[in-house]
């Protein structure tokens, strides 16, 4: 029963995306009022009929109904009911299906909330998401059917969910997110496309642009944090970015819509970069799609991915028609990317940004790759090639630097440029601050050449950040005479993209630096240790107290008690452990953490030997909890800058020049 009805609803939002993608065109073509509101009907259903495919196998699993396939291949009477659950994405079909619900829902929003001043592009942007729904839901329908029936005997219990994402409670939310910022790109690639087929990219279509934009890239950058916290916390190797392939498929299209974000903001203040925030906004949805691709398609080896299937050539297959779709429609409406303001120089804000978007462009072809080259030389030659870290760090961190530097002199030079003088000394007012910098970074141990250079750049980001940020508040506090509480509130509230931009950045900083220190300062020790024996890390004593095994439904933890003695002060007991899943013979490690501002200390249990001893790993790493929360200012930023200003803040760039200490308005 199941079965038929999760089938029947996916084949519903099959049948609304066939027949709203011509609609949706036609009306757009024809401007026609009643093809608009039949296209909008037509969304409303495939969301529902995804809403409710997704809410039968949520019933499935909880029911434990071994007669539909998927349920079969993730279930398990033993798994807690909270993994149940979120087992809809633990493996490619659920996963394709839990995607469908997401894209339903995002071209719901697109119908319900874009319905004054986007009509003229509304009808090419919902065909557009209803073309990429169509084929989620042929691939839901057909070749990834997660409502297959199993046929008789039907089996009475399942494997369960990859014990990979049962380790950690991050698996519950990491998905997700990640998921929201993936299929969320869908929505400015429609926008752009619409755009596009109008002919028209002014500012009827670049408010809602930006923030739907914005959206899924807070998503995405939300996803990312998780899933290194999730590989920090699970995977037992003390670190939380190994440029995995999958990782790097979701790194990608941030760093694309992020370039974006600030293409968006300088044809927003000044009519310029046009073409780049197109072409970016369009580069960022394919990257998704590539992204996907490698996640699904088997042909790269992660924790992160699935195993290999057959939809992986259906994917390369909508990946090339896309990208052909894409050329084609930007060669023909090339006429329509030419900037509208005059052109800046480089020592100007809006060069600042185009810097800015060459260095994130550099970083996203380095990444790429190297994450696609292992792929193309085993198909070439038949040999597998590994491209490991130090090619990602030796030519990324660099440009990453230039990077932080651009952060912190782009937001210090005039919009539209100004006067050697006025340039000069823009660039000069930070350096006492990067110097200050410096002088700390020294002080506290940091004597590598790109570690005082990192600490220097970021002092220097760091004041014009503030800088930037309180400059409307010491403007009304000297001209309105307002004490300084009442004038940040007021600029706040007049321009709150102006304040989340630059509390972004300032997430940014903190991340930065946060990953500088944690990269370049770890420290590691380990020891085969017997009951009372200890292992000696800094000033750590860490005492093996014992081992033991605690029984759970679906699994048995092997555990080790450390107490853990820092000086002379009693810091607690750790239990690393090892745990063993039923349907799994080899043992999954689990370290333990103790979490402080200043350091973590993580340790990883091993091995137990036979004799009652084990193998235990320890290792200290600074600055690790300020990656989290680095990440969640950002995205507290994010949040900020989709507060919607008393008044609109678009005008065009012959009608608005902003003057030299204005802000980027977000960036």
Same mark, same amino acid.
């Given at each position: ?262 293409? !968006?903001?300088?044809?927003? #203040?000044? *009519? ?7 072409? &970016? @906004?369009? +580069? %960022? /949805? ?57 052109? !800046?120089?480089?020592?100007? #804000?809006? *060069? ?7 260095? &994130? @462009?550099? +970083? %996203? /072809? ?62 000069? #007012? ?238």
């Amino acid at each position: 029963m199941n079965s038929l009805l999760g089938q029947g609803f996916v084949l519903i939002g099959l049948l609304c995306c066939a027949v709203g993608v011509p609609v949706g065109f036609h009306a757009g073509a024809t401007r026609s009022a009643s093809g608009l509101r039949l296209v909008r009907w037509l969304v409303l259903g495939y969301a529902a009929s995804m809403v409710a495919a997704n809410v039968v196998m949520e019933i499935a699993l909880i029911n434990h109904d071994f007669s539909v396939s998927y349920v079969s291949q993730v279930g398990s009477t033993t798994t807690p009911l909270v993994i149940t659950i979120v087992s809809l994405w633990s493996s490619l079909e659920g996963s394709i299906l839990f995607w469908g619900l997401i894209l339903g829902l995002y071209t719901a929003g697109v119908a319900i909330l874009q319905r004054r001043g986007h009509e003229d592009y509304l009808a090419y942007t919902l065909a557009t998401m209803l073309l990429v729904g169509g084929f989620f839901s042929y691939l839901i329908a057909g070749p990834a059917s997660p409502f297959g029936t199993v046929p008789a005997p039907v089996p009475t219990e399942g494997p369960g969910p990859n014990p990979l994402l049962q380790n950690h409670p991050l698996m519950i939310i990491h998905p997700p997110m990640l998921y929201l910022g993936y299929v969320g790109m869908t929505v400015p690639f429609a926008m752009a496309v619409a755009a596009l087929l109008r002919g028209q990219l002014g500012a009827t279509w670049l408010r809602p642009l930006r923030s739907w934009l914005l959206v899924p890239t807070s998503f995405l950058t939300l996803g990312i944090m998780l899933g290194g916290w999730w590989s920090y916390e699970v995977l037992g190797w003390g670190g939380y970015w190994a440029w995995d392939p999958v990782e790097n498929a979701s790194f990608l299209p941030w760093l694309t819509g992020i370039a974006a974000l600030h293409s !968006a903001i300088v044809q927003q #203040r000044r *009519g310029t970069l046009k073409a780049w925030t197109v072409v &970016l @906004v369009m +580069i %960022t /949805f394919l990257l998704t799609i590539l992204g996907t691709f490698l996640t699904r398609s088997g042909v790269v080896s992660s924790v992160h991915a699935f195993s290999e299937s057959d939809i992986g050539p259906l994917f390369l297959g909508f990946l090339g028609v896309m990208l052909l779709g894409t050329v084609v429609l930007l060669s023909w409406r090339i006429d329509t990317l030419s900037s509208e303001g005059r052109p !800046a120089g480089i020592a100007s #804000r809006e *060069g600042g940004f185009l810097l800015n978007n060459l260095i &994130l @462009v550099a +970083i %996203t /072809f380095t990444v790429l790759v190297g994450t696609l080259f292992p792929i193309f030389a085993e198909a070439a030659r038949g040999v597998k090639v590994s491209v490991g870290e130090p090619y990602f760090n030796r030519l990324s961190v660099p440009l990453f630097l230039v990077l932080i530097l651009l952060m912190g002199a782009g937001p210090a030079l005039p919009w539209g440029g100004g006067t050697q003088q006025t340039i000069r000394q823009s660039l000069l #007012r930070p350096l006492p601050a990067a110097l200050i910098a410096l002088v700390i970074t020294v002080l506290l141990g940091g004597r590598s050449i790109p570690m005082m250079i990192a600490g220097a750049l970021t002092g220097f980001t760091l004041w014009v950040t503030m800088d930037q940020s309180l400059r409307p508040t010491r403007q009304r506090m000297k001209g309105a005479g307002e004490t300084a509480v009442e004038a940040f509130r007021t600029s706040s509230r007049r321009s709150p993209r102006r304040l989340g931009g630059y509390v972004v950045h300032f997430g940014v900083l903190v991340t930065f630096l946060a990953i500088a220190i944690s990269s370049n300062y770890q420290h590691e020790a380990e020891a085969t240790l017997r009951p009372g024996q200890s292992l000696q890390i800094d000033d750590y004593d860490l005492r093996f107290v014992q081992s033991r095994i605690a029984e759970e439904p679906h699994l048995a933890r092997q555990l080790a008690e450390i107490a853990v003695t820092k000086g002379s002060t009693e810091r607690g007991m750790l239990e690393p452990s090892l745990n063993f899943y039923r349907t799994r013979r080899e043992p999954i490690g689990t370290p333990d953490v103790q979490t402080r501002l200043s350091h973590d200390l993580y340790l990883t249990l091993m091995n137990v030997g036979q004799d009652g001893s084990i193998g235990l790993r320890a290792i200290i790493t600074p600055g690790v909890l300020w990656i989290w929360i680095g990440v969640f200012v950002m995205a507290a930023g994010t949040v900020i800058c989709l507060i919607p200003a008393p008044t609109a803040s678009w005008a065009p760039a012959k009608e608005a020049i902003p003057d030299a200490q204005s802000s980027a308005a977000g960036g």
